[in-house]
């Protein structure tokens, strides 16, 4: 169950997303190590995948925190040339190049014509927008972070209750696959299709993932 904090900060492909990121790199790390290391021990391999995502999740994090600032700088700078003297026709533009790829598909084009006034009416209205980190974005990047360990947290309970390191890496790898598949199912539900083929699907694609991280060193 997903907390509700993330849920309310992430959307489900977002959340998919990072789950299925979390488990790659699960998945990435555990085969690079028993290629790696002759002498597994159940400290090794909780250690490097435990490691390896908690920098991934950190990362992730920060970047979306990034990202959500570049995201308003941009809209500020629209703002700004709106506000500065565009004429009617060049502001309409730039609305629609903004927020015309969502809506033109569900849209009609005279409901558009009116929802592009209207927002721009609103944006002259408006004074200056101010870019800054706020307690969304912070979140929001908690969230991105939280999720990635959430999905590893289970791969890595074989390895502290299994005390033979090659049955707990087994075991390790079957959890991370049914996972991917279990990830898949619920793609699947939320975008409408079948649940068995984008859990099967997004399983060879999730493996074949791992084999191309593992063959270029990741």
Same mark, same amino acid.
């Given at each position: 169950?997903?907390?509700?904090?993330?849920?309310?900060?992430?959307?489900?492909?977002?959340? /998919?997303?990072?789950?299925?990121?979390?488990?790659?790199?699960?998945?990435?790390?555990?085969?690079?190590?028993?290629?790696?290391?002759?002498?597994?021990?159940?400290?090794?391999?909780?250690?490097?995948?435990?490691?390896?995502? /908690?920098?991934?999740?950190?990362?992730?994090?920060?970047m979306?925190?990034?990202?959500?600032?570049?995201?308003?700088?941009?809209? @500020?700078?629209?703002?700004?040339?709106?506000?500065?003297?565009? @004429?009617?026709?060049?502001?309409?533009?730039?609305?629609?190049?903004?927020?015309?790829?969502? /809506?033109?598909?569900?849209? @009609?084009?005279?409901a558009l014509k009116l929802f592009y006034a209207d927002v721009l009416k609103t944006v002259r209205a408006a004074g200056p927008l101010t870019v800054s980190v706020d307690r969304s974005d912070l979140l929001g990047g908690f969230s991105s972070a939280f999720v990635i360990l959430l999905a590893t947290a289970p791969i890595l309970v074989p390895y502290l209750v299994i005390p033979e390191p090659r049955l707990a890496v087994r075991i390790s790898e079957v959890i991370a696959v049914g996972l991917l598949f279990l990830l898949g199912a619920r793609w699947a539900y939320v975008v409408g299709a079948n649940p068995l083929k984008v859990g099967f699907a997004l399983t060879l694609v999730g493996g074949a993932l791992v084999v191309v991280t593992i063959l270029l060193g990741g």
């Open positions: 169950m997903v907390p509700k904090f993330v849920r309310k900060h992430l959307d489900p492909a977002d959340r /998919l997303g990072e789950i299925l990121f979390g488990l790659i790199m699960a998945l990435g790390i555990i085969g690079a190590v028993r290629l790696g290391v002759e002498d597994l021990t159940n400290r090794s391999m909780f250690i490097a995948i435990l490691g390896c995502n /908690l920098a991934w999740a950190v990362v992730d994090g920060v979306y925190v990034l990202i959500a600032v570049f995201e308003q700088g941009r809209r @500020s700078r629209i703002a700004r040339k709106i506000q500065s003297g565009a @004429s009617d026709e060049e502001a309409l533009q730039l609305i629609h190049r903004e927020l015309g790829v969502q /809506l033109e598909r569900i849209c @009609s084009p005279e």
